[in-house]
């Protein structure tokens, strides 16, 4: 016996050895798009294969029980497996799944939710199943970004700009992307000529010399205004009036900025902004749609009131998917069961885009947000839209809403959270549950730490979860959004 567990052991450590050379077929995929597979006790995690692929792979970096393998042939196609449409789609870090059927795509985000609810969240399967609607895509998942931002640097003596290569600081050069706004191109080349005829120079990482660093570009899909910023290691550019006179002849641009960032980071944007032509920000408009279900599909058709429209700076926040956004939001809108009465709390409001979408529906609508920028900007969007009922707060929740409901003697009845990867800080899941709202929307960009925080709020039966909807935000990526509704059944 001893001898046969002693076999098992070596066979398992020759498998993972670096070097070795093996055939899997992929089960899973992991949080970067990789492909999960196992052999002889081992997890192997492999860039580019797909769910449903049978491929040859060498070991590249061996642990105890799992190994990263370099993908050298697909032996057996996944059924799901389609030519991307982007030909730098492997190289570029960007689109990690979009070689894999886009129904394929959406039913791996639904089964991603579903399984982090019950593994990390610890409801059962039946519950989970019952609760959870289908996922909402996109009927085009393509053009679908309003926010661009590609690093440049050189090749071949060159000017370049493009996108990181996976784990990499290494640029692959792009003409046109094929999830970025339609036009983006044209605006990338403009920079890149400006800077060759100019002899302008692009950053280098390694030494912290030369000038551009990044082209962002930002669209508003509904008023077809478009920014143009240019990130630049120093205050001025050569000849701006050249760049200014190239960029303002394509259709849309609206605002040339410069951006000046001289730290030696990896953050993109500095804190300085000058503008070289046009506004110093673009507006865009979300439709409020109203949302209706028939079995677990959602159906979305615009309601008939003024869209909520935002100012956009280069530095603003603002959702990347303005299609989907609107989708999100209505269904967090459609989860709070508003009739006009209600006292709604947004934590984690940022520049206000989901209390603003909240605020006709809803009595009053209060945002709570640390960054005081964000909280400001939050208030000028209130006002461009002449809504009175909004409030906003710079603070920490766990100050900001125990002592609102200390002072005034009215319920909170809607709380809604759409907080960053992490997920809700501790102390505000402990406010939440102090306050004790009718209804929980919780908007999550992760589901793991949308689990995580769901047991908690669960754990002692005070809520109830009553809806689960993932939400495609990012087509092509692994990456997926959800709108939980939780009540108080006490």
């Known amino acids: 016996m001893q001898n046969n567990r002693n076999k098992q052991n070596s066979n398992r450590k020759d498998a993972a050895a670096k070097g070795s050379v093996l055939c899997v077929t992929i089960e899973d995929l992991g949080q970067d798009g990789e492909g999960i597979g196992h052999a002889d006790g081992c997890t192997y995690f492999i860039k580019d294969a797909l769910i449903g692929d049978t491929v040859r792979a060498s070991v590249m970096k061996a642990k105890k029980n799992y190994a990263y393998a370099h993908l050298d042939e697909i032996l057996t196609p996944s059924k799901d497996r389609v030519e991307p449409r982007c030909p730098i789609a492997r190289q570029c870090g960007g689109c990690q799944i979009q070689a894999l059927d886009y129904e394929a795509q959406k039913k791996f985000k639904y089964g991603k939710v579903r399984n982090d609810l019950i593994r990390i969240g610890g409801f059962p399967a039946d519950k989970i199943d019952d609760v959870m609607q289908e996922i909402v895509g996109m009927d085009d998942p393509w053009h679908y970004r309003n926010k661009q931002q590609l690093p440049v640097g050189v090749k071949d003596g060159k000017p370049v700009a493009g996108f990181y290569a996976g784990r990499t600081h290494s640029i692959i050069p792009v003409d046109e992307c094929a999830i970025g706004a339609v036009g983006n191109g044209a605006i990338v080349k403009a920079v890149l000529s400006y800077m060759e005829e100019c002899h302008v120079s692009a950053y280098d990482e390694a030494t912290g010399k030369g000038l551009v660093r990044h082209v962002l570009i930002r669209t508003g899909f509904h008023s077809g205004e478009v920014m143009v910023c240019l990130v630049v290691n120093g205050k001025v550019l050569p000849k701006e009036e050249v760049l200014v006179e190239r960029l303002k002849a394509l259709p849309g641009i609206t605002s040339i900025v410069l951006n000046t960032n001289t730290a030696r980071t990896n953050v993109i944007l500095g804190n300085q902004v000058r503008t070289l032509w046009g506004k110093e920000e673009i507006t865009d408009s979300l439709e409020v749609m109203e949302v209706t279900k028939e079995g677990k599909s959602w159906h979305f058709a615009p309601l008939p009131e003024k869209p909520v429209t935002y100012a956009i700076s280069a530095l603003s926040f603002y959702q990347v998917n303005p299609v989907q956004t609107q989708k999100l939001y209505s269904l967090a809108l459609?989860?709070?069961?508003?009739?006009?009465?209600?006292?709604?709390?947004?934590?984690?409001?940022?520049?206000?885009?989901?209390?603003?979408?909240?605020?006709?529906?809803?009595?009053?609508?209060?945002?709570v947000e640390v960054i005081p920028q964000a909280i400001e900007n939050a208030r000028r969007n209130a006002k461009a839209n002449g809504i009175e009922n909004a409030a906003f707060e710079v603070g920490k929740v766990e100050d900001v809403l125990p002592e609102y409901v200390k002072t005034h003697d009215e319920p909170v009845d809607v709380v809604v959270v759409d907080p960053p990867r992490k997920g809700c800080d501790g102390k505000c899941l402990a406010t939440i549950l102090k306050v004790q709202p009718k209804r929980i929307v919780y908007v999550s960009c992760d589901p793991a730490t949308l689990a995580r925080d769901l047991k908690i709020l669960c754990a002692d039966g005070l809520y109830e979860l009553k809806s689960v909807t993932p939400v495609d935000m990012f087509p092509h990526s692994v990456h997926v959004e959800t709108v939980a509704l939780l009540t108080r059944t006490k």
């Open 334 to 367: 459609a989860a709070a069961g508003l009739t006009g009465k209600e006292t709604v709390w947004d934590l984690y409001c940022g520049v206000g885009t989901i209390s603003l979408f909240l605020a006709r529906h809803a009595g009053k609508v209060f945002g």
